[in-house]
């Protein structure tokens, strides 16, 4: 499967004493730098109908640019029967709700089973877009919403408005102890000096913001709600490990299970049985990469957290009352 991208343009008399790749990324923002240097040196664009391959050649404004170019399809990734949660689609974007459990993209030790091989199955046109138009991600085991894109313009403009801080993506968390009150973690993450596979906080790392806010306080954890300005891998996990607040039942960054004094029963089996990060990405916000609409969408929480919550505010309940017999 591959696709045609034909496009036809006069340059702007703006554009005089630009590059030629810098010209032709202003006309045509819906494609990427990198792909449209990829077609100029491809020799998939032409200037005043010859072709043209040294993208520092200067513009004068006037010249007719024709873009004739073939996006191949992605053939190295199989397609695979694996059922999505679709929260809203049309013909630009989709968003899904991802269970927990699944893999993003495929990678060391998840070569299949993963949402790319997901989209491919059941949106073949997806082949032709970069990472079947993933434009984040979210950790295996963490739950809720994502973005997909499903042409190229939508790709490259929603990814441009990830850099930018245009999208809002808003978590729900349970984080062991108690925390008074809500604030902000400003900390570099980089990757771990010694466990390559892990994230950490490091002063060489790349700039990472994390605000959260109380929603919910018991003995000795606390419901959070998060909003992610950076979205760096592991960010939520390694700031709230980093203040001494890990997320309850992270199997990297969370240690041991931290049951208050005289647990039910239920809530020590909850807590000792919950092997996934207690996180939830509840809310995503962003304007429509064509339209320009601004559309909001909530997630419900996943049945194992519901009663991770249930059995916390319980147990402080209870214990609450304990104190008055």
């Known amino acids: 499967m591959s696709e045609i991208i034909q496009h036809k343009d006069i340059v702007p008399e703006s554009c005089l004493g630009k590059r030629f790749d810098q010209t032709i990324a202003i006309m045509f923002p819906d494609y990427s730098r990198s792909r449209l240097k990829d077609w100029i040196v491809a020799g998939q664009v032409r200037v005043d109908g010859k072709v043209l391959i040294i993208p520092r050649e200067k513009m004068y404004g006037g010249e007719e640019i024709e873009i004739n170019a073939t996006v191949e399809a992605e053939i190295r990734f199989e397609a695979q029967n694996i059922p999505l949660n679709i929260v809203y689609e049309d013909e630009y974007i989709l968003v899904i709700n991802k269970p927990v459990g699944l ?4 990678g060391a030790g998840n070569p299949d089973g993963t949402l790319l091989n997901a989209l491919l199955h059941h949106y073949p046109q997806l082949a032709v877009v970069p990472r079947a138009g993933i434009v984040h991600r979210l950790d295996k085991d963490t739950t809720g919403l994502m973005v997909v ?3 190229i313009p939508a790709q490259t403009n929603l990814v441009e408005a ?14 062991n102890g108690v925390m008074t009150a809500g604030g902000l973690v400003d900390e570099p993450i980089g990757r771990h000096s010694t466990k390559r596979t892990q994230m950490a906080v490091s002063f060489i790392g790349r700039p990472s913001v994390t605000h959260y806010r109380v929603m919910e306080k018991y003995r000795l954890h606390t419901r959070l709600r998060l909003r ?9 996990r390694v700031h709230m490990s980093h203040i001494t607040h890990p ?3 992270d199997p990297v960054y969370g240690g041991r299970p931290r049951p208050p004094k005289n647990s039910t029963e239920a809530l020590l089996l909850k807590l ?8 939830h990405a509840a809310m995503l916000s962003l304007f429509h990469p064509i339209t320009g609409e601004e559309m909001t969408w909530h997630a419900e929480l996943p049945e194992d957290f ?13 214990n609450a009352e304990d104190e008055y017999l």
Do not use: M, N
């Not at 992610?228 to 939520?236: A, K, N, S």
């Open 162 to 175: 990830l850099q930018l801080r245009e999208i809002t993506r808003e978590y729900e968390a349970v984080a």
């Open 247 to 249: 997320l309850v039942g």
């Open 149 to 151: 894109a499903k042409t």
């Open 103 to 106: 893999v993003v993209h495929p």
């Open 306 to 318: 519901v009663e991770l919550i249930e059995l916390l505010q319980e147990d402080t309940k209870l």
């Open 228 to 236: 992610l300005e950076t979205g760096r891998t592991h960010q939520i």
């Open 272 to 279: 000792r049985g919950f092997k996934r990060q207690a996180l």
